[in-house]
């Protein structure tokens, strides 16, 4: 077992070594004694100047037990390593091979933890294949082409493909380590499995998921893109097969992991007899800076300092009696227009591995409870998305461009005369944001703003401007299911995963979700044959 130090605090000009040194020094070890040494986290601590704050493992040659010589510090432990997936066996037959429903982050790893058990699973995806989409996605940028299957939230990878591959995540759960070491071998990026906040961007988001999918493929599973599930056909209150655009497929364990889009989808899995509540989710618009004023007001004279990189920021406050607060930070990033059709216009954030783009945007959102909806039954946060988003489309006059207006317009309410130059390769269109979020929303942002201008001096300037509205950065309903099982309340089989689900907030949280509903299934069945 590795000794672990945490907390070995050093300025951003310190060399590697020097961490190493400070870990072996205040665990009173000797390099000799040491046979490897790994950081295992970095984190940057703001609160007196800019400091680095690094946890190390540091892997003894004799680590069968605690060396004598082991200080007496509260920051110092003697832990065992995190112990992988484990590939459980289980003993129900299963006659036909399992199905995953959506190929975004939850669906693909479950997939990929079926596969490996020899499961042999079959992962529907309603868009595209990877680089399908990414050519769906510049036809549309080129010409205006807009494809309703393949798009930014539809297609292989799901939609935090392309909301830039943060991997951030405050979950214990000990799979977020299994989750985080598969982008680190599939991406080759050692920072995700250290860094506070393990980013990928999109292009590296991309490489990820195409090796994702070729190891399930190696490991006897398959894909059918452009699929669409169209409903789950049930028998005495347990699935039998899964109704698709290209037929139906027979399965009687069969992970459901949508997204929060597939709106369409969720409707019909109602009809079909899952069980599912509104609940919480939250909505706002989308505001965007020069990245050099961001970088300016976080680092100050520490700014373009190559160990930190285009600063990020966090703001929270009340407003109207609501927390607000900042939501998918995009550190030279950019606005896009995250919707799957005409009818209805979202905006999301993302950004590449480069950050370059010369622009920092983040979501500034709060909460909807379900007593705010105006409307009733469970889909009534879903209908309140699709009333607010086609608003939007008709201030964006049905086209790709996103409705925006400075910052200072919006707060003074008046219509902004033009706007500056910004990220949306898209383009922008000027619009009055106001009548575009519910009243609720509108005056907890008009609450809120004025002190995230206090948060960072400058934030309420002329070049910046908000774009909206932020409509998906959650689900509004969620499919209920059993604690233990897993199962969906209502029909036996079915499994309920991730963010459209309501069990995931992120690529992180979603692949978690994935890994931990493939392991009750794997604790439960054995593998099928081949020819099922």
Not at 142 to 163: C, I, M, Q, V
Not at 366 to 387: C, I, K, R, S, W
């Amino acid at each position: 077992m590795p000794v672990v130090v945490h907390e070995v605090r050093v300025p951003i000009e310190a060399e590697e070594s020097q961490v190493y040194a400070m870990a072996l020094g205040r665990a009173g070890l000797a390099e000799s004694e040491v046979s490897r040494m790994e950081i295992v986290r970095r984190s940057l601590d703001r609160r007196r100047g800019l400091i680095l704050s690094y946890t190390v493992e540091l892997h003894l040659l004799d680590d069968s037990k605690p060396p004598s010589r082991l200080r007496h510090d509260p920051k110092i432990a003697w832990e065992a390593p995190a112990e992988s997936v484990p590939l459980l066996r289980g003993v129900d037959p299963l006659e036909h091979r399992p199905v995953v429903i959506g190929g975004g982050p939850a669906g693909l790893f479950a997939a990929l933890v079926l596969a490996r058990a020899g499961m042999h699973p079959i992962v529907l995806e309603r868009g595209d294949a990877m680089n399908h989409r990414a050519t769906a996605l510049r036809n549309w940028l080129r010409d205006g082409t807009f494809d309703p299957e393949s798009h930014y939230l539809f297609g292989e990878g799901g939609a935090g493909t392309w909301s830039d591959g943060k991997l951030t995540s405050r979950s214990r759960d000990p799979r977020t380590r299994f989750v985080l070491e598969e982008f680190r071998v599939k991406s080759g990026i050692d920072a995700v499995t250290w860094h506070y906040r393990p980013h990928l961007g999109s292009d590296r988001v991309r490489t990820v998921v195409g090796r994702l999918r070729m190891e399930i493929l190696a490991l006897g599973g398959s894909f059918r893109f452009r699929c669409r599930a169209e409903g789950l056909n049930v028998v005495a209150g347990r699935v039998t097969s899964i109704r698709t655009s290209e037929g139906e497929i027979p399965s009687t364990v069969v992970v459901v992991a949508p997204g929060h889009s597939a709106r369409d989808f969720v409707r019909t899995l109602a009809q079909d007899g899952l069980v599912m509540v509104r609940k919480p989710f939250q909505l706002g618009v989308r505001v965007e800076h020069p990245q050099g004023f961001i970088d300016n007001a976080v680092w100050g004279a520490a700014s373009g300092h190559p160990k930190l990189g285009p600063a990020d920021y966090r703001v929270a406050t009340n407003g109207a009696g609501r927390s607000v607060f900042s939501f998918c930070m995009c550190p030279g990033g950019e606005v896009i227009p995250a919707v799957h059709d005409v009818g209805h216009m979202n905006t999301n954030g993302m950004s590449w591995s480069a950050k370059n783009t010369g622009f920092a945007n983040s979501g500034l959102v709060t909460t909807l409870n379900p007593e705010d909806f105006p409307g009733e039954g469970v889909f009534a946060g879903m209908e309140l998305q699709e009333q607010v988003e086609a608003r939007a489309a008709v201030a964006s006059d049905y086209s790709a461009r996103v409705p925006a207006q400075r910052l200072v317009d919006f707060m003074a309410g008046r219509p902004s005369d033009s706007l500056p130059g910004g990220s949306c390769r898209h383009g922008m269109i000027p619009a009055d944001l106001r009548p575009l979020v519910p009243a609720p929303v509108l005056k907890a942002l008009l609450e809120a703003i004025p002190a995230f201008g206090r948060q960072i001096p400058g934030f309420l300037q002329p070049s910046a401007v908000v774009v909206g509205p932020e409509a998906r950065s959650s689900s509004p309903v969620r499919l209920q299911r059993d604690p233990q099982t897993l199962e969906a309340d209502g029909v036996r089989g079915a499994f309920p995963i991730g963010e459209g689900a309501g069990y995931a907030g992120g690529i992180v949280s979603a692949a978690l979700d994935g890994v931990r509903v493939a392991e009750v299934i794997l604790a439960r069945y054995r593998q099928p044959s081949l020819s099922s």
